[in-house]
């Protein structure tokens, strides 16, 4: 009995001296970083974080890729969709539904009378339910929200909406990022 005791004790011995060097090494091997790595790494399959800076520009195309989102603030929602400021040729800021479901923006007659815009053409649209209707258009010389800008868009006049429509027209060179406060412009 006190032989199978004292091997036990020699095995545990040896299972240590074996063991200590091999987490020593390992340890020393992936050193703990409690640095942010930033938007661009990865981590390796044995949990190993690495910077891929380089690949993704440096910290300077990070920067400037942040430059390039205007983010605009959401006043409230109709239903779920977000109402934000928009301005009109750098005069008149109105507040506009974004609708990524609106080929082109649609701008109340209300709005069209306090820019003292004049009918230009007729567009021809199909509304959500399928409906095809007939808006006087104009064109608007700039169309802005959160440095987000738009220029030379013909926009439809509905003289029966209540709210305008933000659509593609508008943000045609950007990516839409709706979040819960905000919403997004990402410059292409």
């Not at 205007?70 to 005069?91: A, E, M």
Request: charged share 20%; glycine share 6%; hydrophobic share 40%.
């Amino acid at each position: 009995m006190k032989n199978a005791g004292r091997d036990r004790n020699r095995n545990l011995k040896l299972c240590l001296i074996t063991l200590i060097p091999m987490l020593l090494s390992l340890t020393a091997a992936y050193p703990v970083n409690a640095e942010d790595p930033g938007e661009c790494f990865m981590v390796t399959s044995s949990g190993r974080t690495i910077s891929l800076r380089k690949m993704c520009g440096g910290k300077k195309a990070i920067q400037e890729s942040e430059e390039r989102v205007f983010r605009v603030p959401i006043k409230r929602r109709l239903g779920r969709t977000p109402v934000i400021d928009v301005t009109f040729n750098n005069k008149k800021t109105f507040e506009m539904i974004v609708d990524t479901g609106a080929n082109n923006t649609l701008i109340p007659l209300k709005l069209a009378i306090a820019l003292q815009l004049q009918p230009t053409g007729i567009m021809q649209a199909q509304i959500a339910d399928g409906t095809q209707v007939e808006f006087s258009t104009s064109k608007i010389t700039s169309i802005a929200a959160g440095g987000a800008i738009a220029k030379n868009i013909e926009v439809a006049i509905a003289p029966k909406a209540q709210f305008g429509l933000l659509g593609h027209d508008f943000f045609r060179n950007y990516d839409i990022k709706i979040l819960e406060t905000e919403v997004q412009f990402h410059l292409r």
